[in-house]
């Protein structure tokens, strides 16, 4: 008899996985019919056969804005190529907004509404870089060639095909270049296009990912801070006794590990971290400074702030106690800059927006994964917005480092992907 139930139960509960991922198809055959009408346009055909053609120029496009070096901050040489190139795609209106970012609009039939897709024009890798591509193969191999030029490119291509095929969307479309993603960048260009006052943007669209399948649906939030210590500085011999920042700093490092160690064992995923540490002229010198940078991340703003707040308590009062031991010459200043501040956000599987791209992915043969990231999404999906970043395809690896590569393993098929995705929020108009 136990074991009859127990076997009524297991069925039980498979049939009610089983209602529920009924429930889950039904929702999105909704926006499967929808990616399958619009797959079958006679312009979107075209558009895709044109995208394949334009495979040689893509890859030009990509190599060449690679070559233009894009730290953050100093994005203007690739910035302004990017709004020639945006222009030759046959866009009329384009500009350079206050920001930095490269805009492109292409006009809807006017339902009132904007969709923005854009790729990040920055790269983390310093000016003086040797950005040139090289390639061994079928490989391209180039800092940033991948992350996150290689959108760039897919940006190009999608107007180019809906111009060359006369796609009409009932939205308008905001084509974008935007600065300041990453690193100290602090997402600089996308706060500048959703700031209160500026344009109106309905849904977003960011191009930085990998391979199709991959969607980032969750904004990671993060906190950054750079915290300074200041002393008078003097000789390890002669001065010995003076307060030392790096004794402090040290003291501070313990006292924050000590208190964030258990703020983040329950709750939400939340993390920290101090990522560089520096100060001091010599081995025999006590040092006049030294700083520290510290990241904490959570997909919970209250944990975050939480987690804030115990690492300006924890350096006070590590400053405190160790400037009460002090018995010669000054004691110890500290300073804090907030150097990073991206906010967390999650939305729902029901939205539009996130149904369309997992309908496009399933429509080239691919698994939806979704997922949680920090990227130009963060901001939007912060504000109620929906937001997706989407991958911008092909193959590629070693983000980040010099031998950065990437290859054009079907990249065809991403530039495509983006398109139907565009189209699919944007609306084909009649």
Known sequence: MKNISLIFLFLFGMLSVSAQNQKASHTQAIYKDQLEKISGNTKIKKAFEIIQQLEPTTTKELIELTEIPAPPFMEQKRAERFREMLKNAGIDSVWIDEAGNVLALRKGTGNGKTVLIEGHLDTVFPLDTDVKVKMKGDTLFAPGIADDTRALSVVLTVVKAMNKTKISTESDILFAGTVGEEGLGDLRGIKHLFKP?????????????????????????????????????????????????????????????????KFVEDGPKTTYNVGRIGGGTSVNSIPFETWMEVDMRSLSPEKLTGLEQILLNQVKKALDDYNSGIKNGAKLTAQFEKIGERPSGVQTEDLPLIQRAMAAIEYFKAIPSLGTGSTNSNIPISLSIPSITIG??????????????????????????ALLILIAEAGLAP
Do not use: C, Q
């Not at 990671?220 to 390890?236: A, C, E, Q």
């Open 197 to 261: 006052g500026n344009l109106k943007i309905d849904s977003h669209i960011a191009l930085d990912g990998g391979d199709i399948g991959g969607l980032v649906t969750n904004g990671l939030g993060s906190v950054r801070y750079k915290i300074t210590f200041n002393g008078p500085g003097g000789h390890s011999w002669g001065a010995f006794g003076l307060a030392n920042p790096h004794h402090a700093m040290g003291k501070a490092i313990d006292y924050f590990n000590t208190a964030a160690s």
């Open 392 to 417: 911008r395809g092909g193959k590629g690896g070693n983000s980040h480092s010099l031998d950065e590569w990437w290859i054009n393993e079907n990249g065809a098929e991403a530039i495509k992907f």
